[in-house]
């Protein structure tokens, strides 16, 4: 293990399962934040039908809606998705594969929600603005969400190195 400033070892001295251990914690936790969001956008997308003003909607922006939803769906599936497997493979030994996999699936399920907020904010900005816009604004959004999620932490990674 490789030594800091004060001497001392760096990093984790810890068991492979012992990692996996803390790598799921830590993924329950940013689970919380992200299903949080998610079933609030998505509780909201629900009521939407049930609005005296979705009848007076376009087809294109019933289109959009549907679209929302089946995607709303599955951010949910893919970010709920982690627990099932956990709960599944509790037991057979298996927490670092299962930590593995529950981390892929919050990464498709991150994509999802990503495509969940674009669609909204196409359906309702069609709504505000004209549709040009409108996907301008979704476009400006879209790298926004692209700098904040996956550009930082890219960022982050290359310029601090392991053991730097």
Request: with cysteine.
């Given at each position: 293990m490789e030594q800091g400033r004060?001497?001392?070892?760096r990093g984790r001295d810890e068991t492979p399962e012992e990692?996996?251990?803390?790598?799921?914690?830590?993924?329950?936790?940013?689970?919380r934040v992200a299903q949080t969001g998610v079933q609030v956008l998505f509780g909201?997308?629900?009521?939407?039908a049930f609005q005296a003003r979705f009848a007076g909607l376009s087809d294109t922006d019933r289109d959009i809606y549907t679209v929302t939803i089946l995607l709303g769906a599955?951010?949910?599936?893919?970010?709920?998705?982690?627990?099932?497997i956990h709960r599944l493979l509790t037991g057979r030994r298996l927490k670092p594969?299962?930590?593995?996999?529950?981390s892929r699936l919050t990464l498709v399920g991150l994509f999802l929600l990503l495509c969940t907020m674009?669609?909204?904010?196409?359906?309702?900005?069609r709504l505000v603005v004209d549709d040009a816009l409108a996907l301008l604004l979704v476009a400006a959004m879209v790298v926004?969400?692209?700098?904040?999620?996956?550009?930082l932490p890219l960022w982050a990674h290359a310029t601090n190195p392991p053991g730097k």
């Open positions: 004060s001497g001392r070892e990692r996996a251990d803390r790598l799921w914690v830590e993924l329950l936790q940013e689970l909201f997308l629900l009521t939407v599955a951010t949910t599936g893919a970010l709920i998705g982690p627990v099932s594969e299962t930590v593995q996999w529950a674009a669609s909204s904010l196409l359906l309702i900005l926004w969400f692209v700098i904040c999620w996956v550009a």
